[in-house]
């Protein structure tokens, strides 16, 4: 390899008086006003409470919700605290009680998260070997009245739909 | 009549310097907006009414006017600090007034000038007026007993002195040119022709014009040149312990001070008032043919304003219907200026004259809107100078190049001459 010879710019006369750029400058300047003025219609702007953010995926990481088991469409949830463990915002407050019905051994009683501490960093997702909670829900904007409405229980979290293609947990 | 020809050029020069500012705040954001690929402000109504964006900046001034006026406890000039926004404010807004916006009138044996303050000596009185601008400035930096504000305040001084000579010198050169100092003898000069251009400042002198445009920017600190309030590095430079309507003083005095400028170059460098080719002359003695291309502009103008409108006024805001509402007043308005100019083309007795001072000032206003135009496309097209170019640009090269232009001046106009 041999060494390369960066062109330096600036030392003619035409880059020194600055008009020629200048010029150049305000032409492109120019071309955007003109191209927007006689056409809004390209301009990305999302208006928003009339139009929604087109760029919501099913990865997007919205607000949390947990999955049904397709077998019997009941909590996928065993209560085995790996999300509270892995949470860093500690937002996750979980009551195991012992499932009676013989799908499985344990099922959460209380559920919470509480969204206003959550800073949906997707961990608890990760460190969930049910893919009992997600946060494809596709929901950016929370809204609530009081702090309370912000604790989102198990029956709130359950009844949230999902906007990717498995509606259920892919756990076996 | 001749009470309301005296008047006119005052409220002009208030209709031009204060009523012009939020139009030109609004002018700001769109464009602002448009050039970086964004909407800009399309939300503030009245009732369904946004005049496109318009009531926004009309709020943004109520929020400033409503706002508490406070004194910071650690400011000991406080009669200073409270001075300073109206010096600002007060110089920026008296440079309007040696502005003509049209040819002097003669109706009957009287003649009115259509300048604020009839004088000969407009160019003196506009340098005197613009320099002063900046003593607000310090004065405000100073008294705000704050480092932030006080280098501001600085930067905007060294920044003036060293360009209101290049400004100065530059202006020496057009006064060469046209053998006047009176502004009004100036813009009737323009209206001859040279060669098969028209005799407008910025063709008889080009470096000149540009030497003076780049200093106006630097006179009324606007970008690239706004070093005095360079966000970046001093927090707002001079205003930093300026809130409310002391604040909003400074804020609308940049902009007066703009449109100020704009009106001085519009009336040095291209042709004030005047339309190319044509004197006030030509226009009176033909002015029904004058009256007929009006008329068919402005039906042209708003069939395709409305055309534009009805693309892109798709957001409609509750209240009224906004776009029925711009349509009828557009085409009533359109009809009601068409039936009036008739009227008085038919049966008035100084029609001709009247008809073509007002569509002188029309004249003058688009071009002073280009201008502005131009002021607004520069800010959001450079970035701001460092401050050792700044002074590097005026002292080196713009102070030697419009000393050499005088030269170069004085010699063609001698030699043409004798």
């Known amino acids: 390899m041999g060494i390369k010879v960066v062109q330096r710019h600036g030392g003619t006369f035409i880059e020194k008086i600055y008009l020629h750029a200048i010029f150049g400058g305000m032409k492109t300047t120019l071309k955007h006003f003109t191209a927007n003025l006689s056409d809004a219609s390209n301009i990305?702007?999302?208006?928003?409470?009339?139009?929604?953010?087109?760029?919501?995926?099913?990865?997007?990481?919205?607000?949390?919700?947990?999955?049904h088991r397709k077998s019997d469409n009941t909590i996928a949830c065993v209560a085995c605290f790996m999300c509270a463990t892995a949470c860093p915002a500690k937002c996750i407050n979980i009551v195991a009680i012992a499932r009676e019905d013989g799908v499985d051994e344990k099922m959460p009683e209380i559920f919470?998260?509480?969204l206003?501490?959550?800073?949906?960093?997707?961990?608890?997702?990760?460190?969930?070997?049910?893919?009992?909670?997600?946060?494809?829900s596709g929901l950016y904007s929370v809204v609530?009245?009081?702090?309370?409405?912000?604790?989102?229980?198990?029956?709130?979290?359950?009844?949230?739909?999902?906007?990717?293609?498995?509606?259920?947990?892919?756990?076996? | 009549m001749s009470t309301i020809l005296i008047l006119l050029p005052l409220v002009l020069t208030i209709l031009y310097s204060l009523v012009t500012v939020p139009i030109l705040v609004w002018m700001e954001r769109r464009i602002a907006a448009l050039i970086q690929d964004r909407l800009g402000p399309n939300r503030c109504h009245i009732n369904g009414i946004r005049l496109g964006g318009i009531i926004q900046s009309v709020a943004d001034m109520m929020k400033l006017v409503f706002k508490e006026e406070f004194l910071p406890s650690h400011i000991k000039n406080k009669f200073y600090y409270m001075v300073a926004p109206s010096i600002a404010f007060m110089?920026?807004?008296?440079?309007?007034?040696?502005?003509?916006?049209?040819?002097?009138?003669?109706?009957?044996?009287?003649?009115?000038?259509?300048?604020?303050?009839?004088?000969?000596?407009?160019?003196?009185?506009?340098?005197?007026?613009?320099?002063?601008?900046?003593?607000?400035?310090?004065?405000?930096?100073?008294?705000?007993?704050?480092?932030?504000?006080?280098l501001g305040s600085m930067r905007a001084t060294a920044q003036v002195i060293g360009y209101e000579v290049a400004m100065g010198l530059s202006l020496v050169s057009m006064l060469i040119t046209y053998g006047t100092i009176s502004l009004n003898e100036m813009v009737a000069y323009q209206s001859q022709t040279f060669f098969i251009l028209p005799a407008w400042g910025i063709v008889l002198q080009p470096l000149a014009a540009i030497i003076f445009v780049v200093t106006a920017f630097a006179e009324t600190n606007r970008a690239p040149f706004d070093a005095a309030e360079g966000e970046s590095e001093i927090?707002?430079?001079?205003?930093?312990?300026?809130?409310?309507?002391?604040?909003?003083?400074?804020?609308?005095?940049?902009?007066?001070?703009?449109?100020?400028?704009?009106?001085?170059?519009?009336?040095?460098?291209?042709?004030?008032?005047?339309?190319?080719?044509?004197?006030?002359?030509?226009?009176?003695?033909?002015f029904e043919l004058v009256l007929w291309l009006i008329i068919a502009f402005a039906v042209v103008t708003s069939l395709l304003f409305l055309r534009w409108m009805k693309k892109h006024n798709i957001f409609a805001m509750s209240g009224l219907n906004e776009t029925k509402v711009y349509t009828t007043v557009i085409i009533a308005f359109t009809i009601f200026a068409?039936?009036?100019?008739?009227?008085?083309?038919?049966?008035?007795?100084?029609?001709?004259?009247?008809?073509?001072?007002?569509?002188?000032?029309?004249?003058?206003?688009?071009?002073?809107?280009?201008?502005?135009f131009v002021f607004i496309w520069v800010r959001w097209t450079l970035p701001r100078f460092r401050y050792d170019q700044t002074q590097k640009l005026g002292w080196n090269i713009l102070l030697p190049l419009s000393l050499a232009n005088i030269f170069i001046t004085a010699i063609v106009v001698v030699w043409v001459n004798y």
């Open chain 1, 44 to 67: 990305p702007t999302i208006c928003y409470p009339e139009q929604l953010p087109r760029d919501i995926t099913s990865r997007y990481r919205g607000v949390h919700r947990l999955t």
């Open chain 1, 112 to 114: 919470n998260i509480d």
């Open chain 1, 116 to 136: 206003l501490e959550c800073v949906f960093c997707g961990y608890c997702v990760e460190a969930c070997p049910c893919d009992a909670i997600r946060m494809d």
């Open chain 1, 144 to 172: 609530g009245d009081n702090r309370e409405s912000f604790i989102y229980d198990k029956a709130k979290l359950l009844s949230i739909k999902g906007i990717s293609k498995e509606e259920f947990s892919l756990a076996k």
């Open chain 2, 91 to 150: 110089s920026a807004f008296l440079t309007f007034m040696v502005i003509p916006y049209a040819d002097n009138i003669t109706i009957g044996e009287e003649t009115f000038h259509m300048q604020a303050l009839p004088t000969d000596l407009g160019v003196l009185w506009f340098l005197a007026f613009a320099g002063l601008g900046v003593y607000g400035i310090i004065l405000g930096g100073w008294a705000s007993h704050n480092k932030y504000a006080i």
């Open chain 2, 235 to 286: 927090v707002a430079g001079y205003h930093t312990e300026y809130g409310a309507m002391k604040f909003g003083l400074f804020f609308v005095a940049e902009y007066i001070a703009m449109a100020a400028s704009g009106a001085l170059i519009v009336t040095l460098f291209l042709g004030g008032y005047q339309l190319p080719y044509l004197t006030t002359n030509d226009l009176i003695n033909n």
């Open chain 2, 338 to 372: 068409i039936i009036v100019m008739s009227y008085y083309a038919l049966g008035f007795a100084h029609a001709s004259e009247v008809g073509v001072m007002l569509l002188q000032f029309a004249i003058f206003t688009v071009k002073l809107f280009f201008l502005h």
